[in-house]
């Protein structure tokens, strides 16, 4: 499985952004889906996931403000609005072929490049 992530870039804090995650290879096998983040000098760190189902879970510094969705085709976007700066990470979109849920990010399988999003205060 191959991942591919696109829509980082510059706003301005309270604005909004749009991540994209287009999948390739063996898609039929991929379970959980989901995106993580890492700030300079921090932990990378869980976002969002979402299961094949379609039920997502949300990190609490996120909720409310970040959405999580998955197509047929296993697109998987991040529709962030009301950002702050301490948004400010490259994020990663990830997937597995079980589940996300209470997987340490060092075991997660599948990992995209990442895309920079950066909030200005």
């Known amino acids: 499985v191959q991942l591919q992530a696109f829509g980082g870039g510059l706003v301005q804090s309270g604005g909004s952004l749009r991540l994209s995650c287009v999948p390739s290879?063996?898609?039929?096998?991929?379970?959980?889906m989901g995106w993580y983040r890492q700030a300079p000098g921090k932990q990378r760190e869980l976002v969002a996931t979402i299961t094949h189902s379609g039920r997502p879970i949300y990190a609490d510094s996120v909720r409310g403000r970040f959405t999580i969705s998955r197509d047929n085709a296993q697109k998987l976007y991040l529709e962030m609005d009301s950002l702050k700066p301490e948004d400010t990470a490259v994020y990663y979109c990830a997937a597995s072929l079980g589940t996300l849920s209470g997987l340490r990010w060092q075991n997660v399988p599948y990992w995209g490049q990442g895309t920079l999003v950066t909030v200005s205060s």
């Open positions: 290879g063996s898609l039929s096998s991929v379970r959980d």
